[in-house]
């Protein structure tokens, strides 16, 4: 992989990364109203899953899920039942307090689960995969080189950006606290899921 493709990969995974979406609304909603700790599951779990479709999306799934008419629709219709439950889930809590949010306790497997079904993050893996590892003319071994490389710094961009927004969520549980801050803070956040949801319905 030559510098320029590092560099543009590299700006595609801060750009992809750091804006809010799915995975950072969460991170900062469990943040907020759990704690750091209580976050680091579905942290943990986002860049597995992330890795995890990426590599299919290397082997060829992903076209797959993209060219049948029928897996797209049953995906992006996974994909927005799921937000709309993490909304649903996010909507009314507004106690700092992990037992009466237990049904927040969203972790490892709803991290690396949310990726498959979201949308967008299929296409952008199928992106990633023709524009940085199926170059033409390429070996075998080139190929995997260039798959794993991409792994490796989405995977690490992926942890870094929802450790972020995880631990913004907690810096602010004690302003969230007062009055009826938390309740505004999960329901803004339960709006962004939504309009995620229907945004991916366009797609």
Do not use: H
């Not at 049904?103 to 949310?114: D, P, R, S």
């Not at 390429?138 to 631990?167: E, G, H, K, P, Q």
């Amino acid at each position: 992989m030559t510098a320029d493709e590092l560099l543009a990969l590299l700006t595609l995974a801060t750009a992809m990364s750091f804006t809010p979406g799915p995975n950072t609304t969460m991170a900062a909603s469990l943040g907020a109203n759990l704690g750091w700790r209580a976050a680091m599951p579905f942290v943990l779990g986002v860049p597995v899953g992330w890795t995890l479709l990426m590599l299919a999306c290397g082997l060829g799934l992903g076209a797959l899920v993209m060219a049948v008419p029928a897996v797209r629709i049953a995906t992006q219709a996974l994909g927005l039942a799921y937000m709309l439950w993490l909304a649903w889930k996010l909507w009314g809590s507004d106690v700092l307090n992990k037992s009466a949010n237990a049904g927040l306790n969203i972790g490892f497997t709803q991290g690396v689960l949310l990726q498959f079904v979201n949308i967008k993050a299929w296409m952008l893996a199928l992106a990633m995969t023709s524009g940085w590892i199926t170059v033409p003319g390429l070996t075998a071994d080139m190929l995997t080189r260039r798959l794993l490389i991409v792994c490796v710094v989405m995977m690490v961009f992926a942890l870094t950006s929802n450790l972020l927004y995880a631990a913004t969520g907690s810096l602010l549980r004690a302003w969230l606290g007062q009055g009826g801050r938390l309740l505004v803070f999960n329901r803004c956040m339960a709006g962004l899921l939504c309009l995620t949801a229907l945004w991916m319905l366009r797609l």
